[in-house]
């Protein structure tokens, strides 16, 4: 078994690859597990999600991230700042198109998606 630094809070594949969200940042890893790269945070990631090419990312200061997978590294696109309380849940439309975002204070905001 493979460790990351902080507690494990959400695990997606993308390209080929697996994204692991912690308490501490957010970690790339090959399918061997071998870290491959890391997002240092400012933010408390909660959960998160992909449609195959955006990852979303919730985190316990009410917001949410997009990032674009790089190669092996993931690159910051936007970050939604609208919720009154921790994210506690993020999941894609079937298509990509919109996401859904859940929330400690039991709202659920979908959000279309253009990118």
């Not at 957010?26 to 090419?53: D, H, Q, R, W």
């Not at 079937?94 to 990118?115: C, K, N, P, Q």
């Amino acid at each position: 078994p493979n460790k990351v630094s902080g507690g494990p809070n959400g695990l997606v594949a993308m390209g080929g690859n697996l994204v692991v969200t912690t308490n501490k940042g957010i970690y790339v890893m090959s399918k061997e597990g071998e870290e491959l790269s890391k997002v240092a945070t400012t933010f408390t990631p909660s959960c998160c999600a992909t449609n195959g090419k955006v990852l979303l990312v919730g985190s316990k200061e009410k917001k949410v991230t997009l990032y674009a997978m790089k190669g092996t590294k993931l690159e910051q696109l936007e970050e939604i700042a609208e919720h009154k309380a921790a994210i506690t849940c993020v999941a894609w439309s079937a298509d990509g198109s919109r996401f859904a975002v859940g929330d400690s204070s039991r709202e659920i905001t979908m959000w279309e998606y253009t990118g």
